[in-house]
């Protein structure tokens, strides 16, 4: 079992934050991360984008750009070999210059394809929560043709959706 301490964690997350921004997806600024106040706790600090998260918003106030351009980010990450690993709409701020990806505590490098995928199938849940699964269906099939649709769709299961995009299905 590796152990990693609190310091460990947050350079993790805020390294996996910088390869997704080179994959070119956007991401929060990261601001700094180290040890913090008098009990001396990790933290990363981040700048994030103006804009409402996804959860916040209802199905009428996304167009299917900005759900064309978040599945579009996560297939990014997975051409990049990044797993996010924790894809919900709580983790996609809604920017003016389309979505902004957040929250990579448990993203890994060098993800497996089977990873990836997942992350594609929690991206489509992620989204047919907010718009309905007809708009999200149609982004998803735009966006990664039949064939990534498919093997995508084997992974749509209760078990890969994060907690968030569950409760709000």
Known sequence: TLMINRLQQVEHEAYLTLLAAKARVAVPEVVAAGWCGPSRDAVLVTRLPAGPRLAALDGGQVSDEVV???????????????????LSPETVVVTPGGPCLRDF???????????TARDLAAAVAAAAVVVGADRASAAALHVLGTGTLESVLTQ???STLDPVTERMA
Do not use: D, K, N, T
């Open 105 to 115: 505590r448990r993203a890994s490098s060098s993800a497996p394809a089977a990873r």
């Open 156 to 158: 749509l299961q209760r």
């Open 68 to 86: 064309e351009g978040f599945l579009r980010s996560v297939l990014a990450l997975r051409e990049a070999g990044i797993a996010h690993g924790g």
